[in-house]
């Protein structure tokens, strides 16, 4: 059930933020990168990191 989440909150958040690819291609085609505005709705106004809480609770609750 969390890895629902995990993957919801990364692509809600933006891929190419989270892979770091933004900046990296920004830096190959040599244009000053072009970030996203900070999210404040969704899973945000919950959590402040709902990447970190959830592939947390992934960890936490799996089985052993």
Known sequence: ?????????????????QSGALGWISMAQK???VFPKMLTQGLVSVVRQPIYVSFALTIWTGQT
């Open 1 to 17: 059930m969390f890895w629902v989440i995990l993957v919801w909150a990364s692509y809600y958040a933006g891929a190419d933020v």
């Open 31 to 33: 244009i000053k990168p």
